[in-house]
């Protein structure tokens, strides 16, 4: 293991220059720690010139980041460019071919096309490393795929984008919009360039994915996660379920059932005295849960530099110490496919609504859920100035299905203003 | 890699017990994860007759676990009896010298002996693995060794003795004494067969060394901890600590100063509303603390049958994947001997004193810090009926050594009754 290890690294955004500052910065500690010297030798982005405070100087520079995947002096090719297709699938699968092991950052690709790479990089002896793809600087692809590979796992569940939970904190400790706070996030540039793959909850529905298939040993399958994203809860859903003692995240929940396997990416109502619910601005937590283990619950930084770099670091360390290992935890071919069941996981709910202000109103409601077999935990009606009276209720656990007859039901009560808000509330 | 991996386990505790149902029950999971068969050939313990209600006659049995490791039919032995040397070193060395791979859960021979078993284990191409011996089911060890090998570690801190976290917690929450909830503990069998071991801190400040070894690439040195136990916190500490918004936790600090590595395991005061405030029971949190990566925290279950053999699983299934590590990160001949520093890093203090009822013994007091440098954040004297007022101090951050300035001075100003408390505040 003298043999120095080869390192190409395509796309030199925040993340590419964070792996590019370490390698230069801790040479030493890396050598000592893997027994070989880690030797960055050829680097590709968009544009050569443009300055980005670190020397580049030194490194062999590709305009074509498939290129620079099939270099002879690259062992390691490091994918830092996003995308789940395009130059990113296009370099990652020619570094394969030529024989490179791949460390990457990009959940959409694998999220999406992982189940063929996975396959391939198997094919090709190579591995597929993903770290930095999931929950930032928490080793959490490691401690499920490693760690916990003893334990049959039962559910994997988080806050795994902070862009979203920014915005939710921000808007409650403010008392802004949504739509304030996002235009403030957008201009401080804490989003994607699409900024739909954040509040939309897409980028959080690619990690609980990649996630879900260790966990589970299924075939990743994005397009069965069960996505709402945040830009339908309202700072009057914020103030009043913190009324309740909640606060709302973006969670998701990953976990095998008897109807199928069950990953949802929604807005959720945790107890605000709760880890999850004391998480603030960027901070992700991921609890894994196992048979043998229990619980364990993982909290760091979701982004950045630092962070992010660090996860990416820690793939490469082990690929240079010579730890192989396949892309999901287990070989591709014996990933199954997973039949999605849409919230199959009875959960009590926090419904919000405005009720015309007549005799018999709130009963019509409270009658519609006793019918569909939802039993009333909490209800309250708040005094009101104009026509409607805003009711908020929390239910006794129920499953989705239950839930969405009642307020179809509701509608045709005629006592309804508007649509009802509901929101699954997990007691973590 | 098709060839199975053959198991040898000494010691059928409840470690040992869960270890074998994990291999029996989990055989197709297991195989699936590693793509071999990991196969239980033989086992040893006290007693071969005592029924562990699991069949065990199908594995070969060795009353000398020396034998066990020494057998040809074994790959990885799985040390699980304790002890920092007598037959668990023994049998280790057994197994090494005849080319087994190491897998323990033994805290105490790897704090007090870990040194030269690592260059054991290099000098015959073999690994020790123990990522059970440190907090329990939180794969800690890898996420340190592995998760973040991309980080200057700058500090590893946590919560890391169930037992301990039990008495504390009870002796709050049920108004006991120490000695109260210590026998009950001890009769319920939370304790290890010498309690000191556990309340002494001893147990704690072994999976410390471990932590530090790793994260500052020195030798394990238990003997450079600075070690407090918690026997005496009186539930006066715990109520007065309370009042001012604090917990106690013995809590475990290492980290590099300038004038060497600092390892502390003393009973501290942490806000009441942080994560580490709001653990309660047997609940470990590790908080692993990189250059890159800010700050990761990690919880789970400290203990247990499931936990601690999920934990030993790990590193089997390291092992049947190929994953070949060090014992701590890097190379055993490139560890460097660590100075000890006794509390290097300053932080606040809660003094608690019993001050004779006479004009100006507050002043007097207030004098000797200010004359040792000790500013005070915060101070209350209570009513009392007694001829004794007791005062609660929180200074600012001071030094370890002016404060003992301090605590010696006190003494001579003849206002005090009996001697301080003085507990150190981290401020997580």
Known sequence: MSTPLRIGIAGLGTVGIGVVKILRQKSALLEARTGRKLELTAISARSKSKDRGVPLSGYAWEDDPVALARRGDVDVFVELMGGEDGPAKAATEAALDTGKDVVTANKAMLAV?????????????RVVRFEAAVAGGIPVVKALTEGLAGNDITRVLGVMNGSCNYILTRME???????EVFDEANALGYLE????????GIDAGHKLALLASIAFGTQVNFAGVELEGIGAVSIDDIRRAGDMGYRIKLLGVAQMTGRGLEQR??????PKSSPMGQLTGGTNMVVLEGDQVEQVVLRGPGAGEGPTASAVLSDIIDIARGTRLTTYGQPAHTLVPATPARSATPAPYYLRMALEDKPGALAKIATVLGEAGISIDR?????????????LIVTHKTTRSALDEAL????GTGVMAGEPVALRIENL
């Open 408 to 411: 179809a039901a509701m509608g």
């Open 193 to 200: 360039a699409d900024p739909e793959l954040d509040v939309g």
């Open 379 to 391: 209800m309250r009606q708040y005094t009101h100035e104009g026509p409607h009276a805003p009711v």
């Open 113 to 125: 096309n992982g189940q063929a790479l996975a396959a391939r990089a198997e094919a090709a002896a």
């Open 173 to 179: 400790d403010a008392g802004l919009t949504y739509q």
């Open 265 to 270: 990416m929604t807005p959720c109502l945790v």
